[in-house]
């Protein structure tokens, strides 16, 4: 047995880039996930980072069938997600929720909070009968430190912190097991999104969660993570535990994210080599060849060009795409 809750092997999601008065010619493709292999763990937060565009909300699309994959697999507790249909998909429809980035947006502005949270038992009647609905409402919007007497209110009427309370509330109202979080603190201000943190790491706790968290930046999702994969154009770079990729980092890209986390102590801060990444992302319709940072890397050489890195265990105790991995740290 094995308590990976999820398996993704070699997902890939490619978009059509059409064109044409009825967008009828298809020119090339979007590589927006590009071979993307991790297991998440029962339990674990997993932290996903990159930079914006590196496909980090289109895996989450594909992880909560809201998207096709174009190609590769996944298993929810041992069973061919991408295959399921009828009852059990309805029941993978339980099991996986998304929070998404912003709450100012993502909630409904016309309906009360009480009908956003307690929306999902209408599409699950099975979980909740109509009887006891209005106190499972309740009781969630306490879980997740809302006064549970503003049921009726709306969304506007709630600081941005609070709203993603609201979308927290909702995504636990139908007791999922994953919860994939899309940048749920990004949009709030940096005194809110501790606070929402630490309601997330506590409502894992709680009801024994695992987490895919999103973030574009690695020092958001470190408190939270037990291991993190770091994204670069529809790939993982690198991935491990917390601990190793912050304390020993050993692809450029990681190494160059980390150079730019903020270091609160002056002392410490004047010590650290900011590494500066030359240049943008490439277009993910045609990614560089072989591997894909080498037209921002201060070490490409030829090879880099020619043969593309594969995510295996080099130099450190964990995986990293890069044909001159080397372990550096950072931050002092
Ligand atoms: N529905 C779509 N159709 C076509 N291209 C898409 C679609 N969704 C995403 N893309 C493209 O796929 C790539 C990855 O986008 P995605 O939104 O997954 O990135 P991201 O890592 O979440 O970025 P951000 O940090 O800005 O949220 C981008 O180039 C984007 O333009
Ligand atoms: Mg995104």
Redesign the pocket.
Known sequence: MTDNIIEVRDLVKH?PVRVGVLFKHTVGH?R??DGVSFDLRRGETLGVV??????????AQVLMRLEPPTGGSATFEGRDMFAMKGAELRKLRRDIQIVLQDPYTSLNPRMTVGDIVGEPFEIHPEVAPKGSRAKKVRDLLDVVGLNPEHINRYPHQFSGGQRQRIGIARALALRPKVIVC??PVSALDVSIQAQVMNLLGDLQTEFGLSYVF?A?DLSVVRHLSDRVAV?YL?KIVEIGTEQEIYEHPTHPYTQALLSAVPVPDPELRGQRKVIRLEGDVPS?VDPPSGCRFRTRCWKAQDICAEEEPALITRVAAHPSACHFAEEKSVVP
Do not use: Q
């Open positions: 978009f979007v927006a996930v990159g930079e914006s565009g590196c496909g980090k909300s289109t895996l899309d940048e999103i574009h994204m529809g993910p």
